[in-house]
């Protein structure tokens, strides 16, 4: 009975133990020191001094994805009334500043300091840009406590500038989780024919296109947009998912969009090519009707 009653007088020590052992590991698994550092020269003006977040977030080359966020949004009104933005950026200087935003919440986590300072200014200087509500904080993309619950998960070019060590462990701890955090994950990045491997970089900072469909990664996503900048020449594509998905029964690393079309009848996504008068080639995959076809599948799942 002696020993019986110490094992149990020594269980709050250990649970003690065993959070403190929980929160170093938490701290060992944020961006590194080096990597913050290297995101703060970064972001000084060595990317783009037009563009302080890089070359990809100027207005000029965003333009064909902001038209096509905003009717996604608007297609999914009734689901998405928040968002998240990872990392947020330079609003000042970037892409946000020209669009007009839906009557959503809106928090933008960045970790640098500077950065969200500025935003913060930009926020007071220029009022919320429609949006029903709008915060900027700082926080770490690879510290899931310090991302918000919200309805939409959006990052764009962030992820290919972490090693796929990195984005693995984004994906795992954040997007992954079940119950899920989100209902949606937008990805917005470079996605090349030579990035189709998803090619590893050695460090944070430099740079590789992704497609997330593919190995090592083996997402569950839907490509729903993709284009081509005059401005660089590189495709971009936006590829959503809906991480619930992951808390069911189908295999996790399926392809999404072959899937839908085999279960729903969906149309197989075309593309279609058109000269922009900026001189911009915009490959759009029937976006409105996959959307209006994925709602529709919502609804016949609730039913």
């Known amino acids: 009975m002696a020993v019986l009653a110490g094992a149990l007088c020594a269980l709050p020590a250990l649970v003690s133990a065993l959070s403190v052992q929980s929160k170093v590991g938490s ?71 020209f669009v007009r935003w839906p009557d959503i919440d809106y928090t933008g986590v960045d970790l640098l ?21 709008m915060v900027f904080q700082q926080g770490d993309m690879l510290v899931d406590a310090s991302l918000p619950k ?3 998960l959006f990052t764009k070019d962030t992820l290919i500038h972490f090693p796929n060590e990195y984005i693995q462990q984004f994906l795992n701890e954040t997007v992954l989780q079940c119950p899920p955090k989100y209902k949606y994950v937008m990805f917005v990045h470079d996605s090349r024919p030579r990035d189709q491997a998803n090619n590893d970089i050695g460090r944070f900072g430099e740079y590789h ?3 997330l469909k593919n190995p090592p990664f083996n997402l569950k996503v839907s490509t729903r947009f993709r ?21 069911g029964d189908t295999p996790p690393t399926v392809d ?9 009848g969906w149309p197989t996504l075309r593309r279609k090519k058109r000269r922009r008068s900026e001189g911009e080639e915009q490959a759009e995959e029937s976006a409105s009707t996959a959307d209006e076809a994925e709602e529709k599948a919502e609804e016949d799942d609730k039913e």
């Open 27 to 97: 701290d060992q698994a944020q961006t590194p020191s080096d990597a913050q550092a290297r995101f703060q020269d970064l972001s000084s003006g060595v990317w783009d001094n037009s563009s302080l977040s890089g070359p990809g977030s100027r207005p000029e080359l965003c333009k064909p994805f902001a038209d096509f966020f905003l009717r996604w949004v608007g297609n999914h009104r009734r689901d998405v009334q928040s968002m998240v933005e990872v990392s947020a950026g330079h609003w000042p200087t970037g892409w946000q500043r």
């Open 227 to 247: 284009w081509k900048a005059e401005l660089d020449g590189k495709t971009r594509v936006v590829q959503v998912l809906r991480p619930a998905k992951y808390c």
């Open 256 to 264: 999404l969009d072959a899937l839908e079309s085999a279960e729903h």
């Open 150 to 152: 919200a309805d939409l």
């Open 209 to 211: 296109g992704l497609q």
């Open 113 to 133: 300091e500077d950065v969200i300072a500025a935003d913060k200014r930009y926020l007071a200087e220029n009022g919320k840009g429609g949006l029903r509500s």
